[in-house]
């Protein structure tokens, strides 16, 4: 039996000016990032964009499964960290925490954590390029702060 594969393809245009001023077109949005040879204070670099990234497929996956499966949340939050190394340059670990306002049951919780490892483009991608960690945290909503 043959597995048939779907592709997908994802554009965006960016651009700098000398000096490190940049910036990223995806779709209809432009998101201004440090494009300078030294590393900036104000806006976000590649390594941030990349965590960003990561948070943004997590996130997403957690509206997309509440409806799949379904599972009932009110928020949800991460944290993510990168550990880069050098040389050469390149990010080794990754590390995430998600926190769900919930009332859903811990094997739920678990559950919904688990198809977020399993299908998440960004974290599959990443999963394979370098060491990613995780977990996830459930707070009931009247323990919501």
Do not use: W
Request: charged share 20%; proline share 6%.
């Amino acid at each position: 039996m043959t597995t048939q594969t779907s592709t997908m393809t994802y554009t965006v245009s960016a651009s700098t000016r000398a000096g490190g001023t940049a910036s990223v077109h995806a779709r209809t949005s432009e998101i201004a990032f440090d494009g300078s040879a030294q590393s900036g204070e104000a806006l976000p670099g590649p390594a941030d964009l990349l965590c960003a990234a990561l948070s943004a497929c997590i996130l997403k996956n957690v509206e997309r499964f509440s409806h799949m499966l379904p599972f009932r949340y009110e928020s949800a939050s991460l944290e993510v960290t990168a550990e880069r190394e050098e040389p050469p340059p390149r990010i080794v670990r990754m590390h995430y925490r998600l926190r769900v306002v919930t009332d859903e049951p811990p094997a739920r919780v678990e559950l919904l954590h688990k198809n977020i490892r399993k299908f998440g483009t960004i974290t599959n991608t990443l999963a394979a390029a370098c060491e990613l960690t995780g977990e996830i945290e459930a707070v009931s909503s009247g323990g919501a702060t």
